[in-house]
């Protein structure tokens, strides 16, 4: 799906192009046709029609409340009933007289107005039930008018249902909701539709509600406290697992995977990031002591761990060049909740710490190598944030800064030197 102005930027490339000689002229014509045949991102008329739907909406609820005493409960239900088959209505009307920009915003309108009846129907007559299943109910509902019209923005707002329904449900007066578990094959099923019409917006949607559902699934079945880093250490290993599983996907160009890796290793960028707040700080107070012995041996750590794993990136044994890192990573997050008791609270900031900067060093230069942004935005965040750690963890005065900033500075070029070493034996063995 090409972006709405990108066949006016690609008009003014192609011109230059061809007077650089990089394209033929005769090949203008038949790269733009190609070009106009794909489908365009959203346009003005479907952006409008959209937020005038929500409008009609509004307006029809805020007519409701302001008469609602002056209205008879049959009279409400009547109401609400007519506005969504009128806005159904008119919706395929339009489909039919190919406006489909206005066929799914009266088709979203419906949608919206069919979750309204709901609610009114269960405060008219008193039903009581556990009231996340209504919002399921509506969120089947939206699915099935998005199966219908094939529309991305109703799925999306079905996504967005089906993501609330879960999350209600969880925090809801019955946590453990047996009917919480049917929002994986409801996941499935938002998936399948969602690649069908190829709605990568949704596809975020599922792919962050089902992480969070995750995790939610964790702490109703391990609620203590001291359970947390263990808990967090394992939704760790799945956020990686994830990763993993999303990057073949990539691979091999499955729908949604880029999504899925893009979530998943935020998840376990939070999460590994999360689990050192469990080490207990024993350091001494307005010391700099320990921020030296920090920085000095989490260096070290750092360096070599760098090196180990530049070195293997360039290994001519393509299995074991994919799979240490992931397993040093694994195996790091299973020992993470349990490094303070075996060697202290600040070794263990020392060595995780370290270990910590390696991933993001090693997420930036992957980043940049491969020209994934994601990825470079994550391996920025996160060096970011554990030097933020370290040294509100560790450092105390702005002598200590200074020390900090210092020895970080040194580092970073340490690591530079390394990278410029590797690529000059590189070239010299001819890449081998």
């Known amino acids: 799906m090409r972006p709405p102005l990108y066949l006016r930027t690609l008009k003014d490339d192609l011109d230059r192009w061809i007077r650089d000689g990089l394209v033929l002229p005769d090949n203008r014509e038949a790269i733009l046709a190609s070009v106009q045949s794909q489908k365009s991102g959203p346009s003005a008329v479907g952006i409008l029609a959209?937020?005038?739907?929500i409008f009609m909406a509004l307006a029809g609820l805020s007519f409701m409340a302001a008469n609602w005493g002056a209205i008879s409960k049959l009279w409400r239900l009547g109401f609400v009933l007519a506005m969504m088959w009128g806005a159904f209505g008119v919706a395929m009307f339009a489909l039919k007289q190919k406006t489909v920009a206005f066929a799914h915003a009266f088709a979203l309108l419906g949608a919206a107005l069919f979750g309204i009846g709901i609610m009114l129907v269960a405060q008219t007559f008193n039903i009581s039930a556990h009231y996340p299943n209504g919002i399921l109910i509506w969120s089947i509902g939206a699915l099935g008018v998005a199966l219908v019209m094939q529309s991305r923005p109703i799925l999306l707002f079905a996504s967005m249902l089906s993501a609330l329904w879960m999350l209600v449900s969880y925090w809801g007066p019955l946590p453990g909701n047996p009917l919480m578990l049917a929002y994986m094959p409801?996941?499935?099923?938002?998936?399948?539709?969602?690649?069908?019409?190829?709605?990568?917006?949704?596809?975020?949607?599922?792919?962050?509600?089902t992480l969070v559902l995750a995790i939610n699934l964790m702490i109703l079945y391990y609620p203590d406290d001291q359970n947390a880093p263990a808990v967090g250490a394992l939704y760790g290993v799945m956020a990686l697992a994830l990763v993993l599983w999303a990057g073949i996907g990539r691979g091999r160009a499955v729908f949604g995977a880029e999504a899925l890796q893009m979530w998943s290793g935020s998840a376990l960028l939070v999460s590994s990031f999360l689990i050192q707040f469990s080490f207990t700080?024993?350091?001494?107070?307005?010391?700099?002591?320990?921020?030296l012995l920090w920085s000095i041996l989490a260096g070290s750590g750092f360096i070599?761990?760098?090196g180990a794993a530049i070195k293997i990136s360039h290994s001519q044994r393509p299995k074991l060049r994919s799979l240490i890192v992931p397993v040093l990573a694994a195996t790091t997050l299973l020992t993470a909740p349990w490094l303070d008791m075996m060697i202290g609270s600040v070794m263990a900031h020392m060595v995780y710490g370290a270990i910590f900067?390696?991933?993001?060093?090693?997420?930036i230069l992957q980043g940049v190598q491969n020209h994934h942004k994601a990825l470079l935005w994550t391996g920025g965040i996160a060096f970011a944030a554990e030097a933020l750690y370290a040294?509100?963890?560790t450092f105390k005065d702005l002598l200590s800064t200074s020390l900090f900033f210092f020895l970080g500075g040194a580092l970073l070029l340490a690591m530079a030197l390394i990278a410029m070493r590797f690529n000059k034996r590189l070239k010299a063995g001819g890449g081998a």
């Open 391 to 393: 040294y509100f963890e």
């Open 50 to 53: 959209m937020l005038g739907a």
């Open 357 to 363: 900067f390696s991933g993001a060093v090693l997420a």
């Open 186 to 209: 409801l996941f499935a099923t938002l998936w399948l539709i969602a690649r069908k019409t190829q709605a990568i917006e949704s596809v975020h949607v599922i792919v962050l509600s």
């Open 281 to 291: 700080d024993t350091a001494t107070e307005g010391s700099i002591t320990p921020g």
């Open 304 to 306: 070599l761990t760098l």
